[in-house]
């Protein structure tokens, strides 16, 4: 599959996204903030409730924000297949978010083929420049059924 360019058009748009996951996935605390070739931003504040001891943002509460990422990467560039699901996550904390400002996941996909797509996103801690945490994570696309050519 070759790369979308900018002039192409996206299978899914950012406001389709948007729309999907308010409809599909309403618990997500996530926004998504663009939506562009191979890659996607989304933003998630960051409340009391989510911190550890120490006051900083919980560890799920990261890979969640990066995971939902994953996502809307892959519904970007693939239109959107509502049973793609995470096959692999793997994430490496890197310094301690900002407890009081929104994480940033910015995800890029490495690799997108016809049943596995591999990306990965870097969080950060809104306005602050080194990344919070790095994540690679690979997902799952289901088959699609193949049209049978009529006889």
Known sequence: MAPATQEQALPASKDEVAAFLAAEFPQSLCVVESVGAR??????RVGPAELRPGGTVSGPVL????DVALYVALLGEI?????AVTT?????????PAADRRIIGVCKLIKV???LATGEVLLYSEGL?????HVVGSYAIPQQPQLQPQA
């Open 63 to 66: 890979m969640g924000v990066a």
């Open 39 to 44: 890659g996607a931003t989304v933003s998630h």
């Open 113 to 115: 083929g016809r049943l």
């Open 129 to 133: 420049e080194e990344p919070v945490a």
């Open 79 to 83: 239109g959107i297949v509502p049973l």
């Open 88 to 96: 692999d996550l793997t994430i490496h904390f890197l310094r301690k």
